[in-house]
């Protein structure tokens, strides 16, 4: 913690509170298919692999989060769960996982607002290239109480490598998280008031539902609410990403060479910004690039 840091932001390091998105968790089936999509998506080679009980476990690490790729592997329990969940809820995005500064005071915040986490864990893992170790501490609030979406909190004993960027105009960083709801009230409540994310706009608009907008860090969770039939009442979904480019032409046409599907690049909602959404090769993500217009 540096001694020019915002006051406000000082007090959630002291706090052990949420202070950025540490990485998201993509199951999927087929692990090289999907490492090799997401390095022609990214434009970045992964920046580790690993095994674990019952999974392999690819991360892409880039400016201000990582993305890790999950994979069954052998016949025990966590390989036939991991199964079971692409078989009944397809591939995609899996489970969200918070940076903290203290994982002991955030769960001892998380058992205050009645979220039920699990006891803080050590955790150590090998990159199986280089050998390289890295350990954190994680929790995890009960998944019935966050209405479905799997949410972890994680205090990284040190910084992760970089993925090595392998093409021109790679993505940097990740802009913005979706997630979709069909109870916005109960979900601003979860992620604003019992998690502390600081919610920054709230809009209704008849295309697109209501928005709602929390800051983490420099990336944007964004509540979706669009009301739907079927849509379901007590469980909320990640839903998307939104990933930045520094030239979205660049990166474009780079995709549309590798054979990926991407659109025409149109003014975005949020003001100074230039979107395209990628039709394909993201493991079935609904995803956009997005370039901020300086």
């Known amino acids: 913690m540096t001694s020019n ?6 007090g959630r390091e002291r706090s052990g509170a949420i202070t950025a998105i540490d990485h998201l968790v993509v199951l999927v089936s087929d692990l ?20 674990d009980d019952g999974s392999e476990n690819v991360l892409f690490t880039l400016g201000n989060m990582s993305l890790e790729l999950m994979a069954p ?11 079971n969940v692409i078989k009944l809820q397809g591939e995609g995005l899996a489970s969200l996982c918070f940076r903290v500064c203290d994982a002991d005071r955030m769960h001892r915040r998380l058992e205050r607002l009645a979220l039920q986490p699990d006891p803080v864990a050590d955790v150590e893992r090998h990159d199986m290239q280089s050998g390289a170790a890295l350990s954190w501490k994680r929790t995890r609030a009960a998944t ?11 205090e990284l004993g ?22 979709s709801t069909a109870a916005p009230e109960r ?26 907008f929390f800051r983490c860090g420099d990336v944007m969770l964004e509540v979706v609410h669009r009301p739907v039939a079927g849509s379901d009442a007590e469980h909320d979904k ?17 995709l549309v060479e590798a054979g990926v599907t991407v659109t025409e690049p149109r003014a975005g ?11 394909s090769g993201t493991c079935h993500i609904p995803t956009l690039l997005v370039q901020t217009v300086r």
Not at 5 to 10: D, N, S, Y
Not at 73 to 83: D, K, L, M, Q
Not at 187 to 210: F, I, P, T
């Open 238 to 254: 990640l839903w998307g990403i939104g990933w930045r480019v520094d030239d979205l032409d660049a990166a474009r046409a780079r």
């Open 5 to 10: 840091q915002p006051e406000a932001e000082q």
């Open 144 to 154: 019935a109480l966050t209405r479905g979406v799997r949410l972890f909190f994680l």
């Open 32 to 51: 090289p298919a999907a490492v090799a999509a997401y390095q022609t998506l990214l434009g970045c080679k992964p920046a580790w692999r690993s095994t």
């Open 269 to 279: 909602r949020k003001p100074r910004t230039r979107v395209a959404t990628v039709r």
């Open 187 to 212: 979900a601003a409540a979860l992620y604003g008031a019992r998690l502390g994310l600081n919610m920054v706009l709230d809009r209704s608009h008849h295309d697109w539902g209501r928005l709602m």
């Open 158 to 179: 040190a910084e992760r490598s970089r993925s090595e960027a392998v093409a021109v105009a790679p993505v940097t960083g990740m802009d913005h998280l979706v997630i």
């Open 73 to 83: 592997a052998g016949g025990g329990s966590t390989a036939e769960r991991i199964r």
